[in-house]
């Protein structure tokens, strides 16, 4: 490594900074952060960048969109610490979490073509009495019947956040709507993915954000790019930091 410091091209801090269109204080603050090597410095401690430093400087831009900042510096800061294994870690990790959410991302595309078209099912016989359902709301017994699921299932997934049915003002029952269907019945098909109730939960809470499930499709194509990008993204990042570790050497 030292050969490369003494051989690169001497660069002053705005000469790296406009190269990669940052600012001067930019730099300095990547270095103090170990993501850049620590600058040489001149007789009158001013501070010198070479070729080395710009590599590393490509390779942390690369690697900011694959794995966001935290990530990345974390990574850069490793390997200029001499902990390369370290590093390749944190990028395991970030390609595990891609992974991940590409597997929730198939879930719910999956859940949603398995749902049936929302319909709202007739009272009937169940836990509670079909009594004030002029609203035109259903109850939990005849939901759960539906759902094939038990009424205790439906009370424990609304204290999870993931159904969130009104209470008949006169009886005091749970009524539960179309919305209220929908979002038991993509839960219905998650759980059925195996997945937990804590992973349903900010699921279900787009669906209701998006206000429905077409817009949550149109998110979804969305949310598939974004993965895709991002997918790309690591393959950059790969490439340029891979270049650093040969230059570092």
Excluded: C
């Excluded at 390779?59 to 200029?80: E, K, S, Y």
């Excluded at 895709?228 to 230059?247: F, I, N, P, V």
């Amino acid at each position: 490594m030292g050969r490369n410091l003494q051989r690169g091209e001497r660069l002053r801090p705005i000469d790296l900074a406009r190269g990669h269109g940052l600012s001067t204080q930019a730099v300095r603050n990547y270095e103090e952060a170990g993501i850049l090597p620590v600058a040489g410095r001149t007789l009158h401690g001013y501070r010198t960048y070479t070729s080395l430093h710009a590599r590393a400087l490509r390779a942390f831009l690369a690697l900011l969109p694959g794995h966001g900042h935290q990530t990345a510096t974390a990574i850069m800061r490793a390997v200029n610490e001499g902990a390369a294994d370290e590093a390749f870690h944190l990028i395991d990790e970030s390609h595990a979490q891609l992974l991940d959410d590409r597997r929730t991302l198939q879930a719910v595309e999956s859940a949603l073509r398995d749902l049936e078209p929302a319909t709202e099912p007739e009272p009937g016989v169940g836990s509670e009495p079909a009594a004030g359902s002029g609203s035109g709301g259903t109850f939990i017994g005849p939901l759960a019947g539906k759902l094939g699921l038990r009424p205790a299932t439906l009370r424990k997934w609304e204290r999870a956040g993931l159904v969130r049915p009104r209470r008949d003002p006169q009886t005091g029952y749970r009524v539960y709507e179309k919305a209220d269907v929908r979002d038991a019945e993509l839960a219905r098909q998650l759980r059925r993915g195996g997945y937990l109730l804590e992973q349903i939960a900010p699921l279900i809470a787009q669906v209701r954000a998006a206000g429905g499930l077409e817009p949550l499709e149109a998110a979804l194509g969305d949310w598939r790019g974004r993965l895709s990008a991002r997918g790309r993204a690591m393959l950059t990042g790969a490439a340029e930091l891979e270049a650093y570790l040969r230059e570092r050497g």
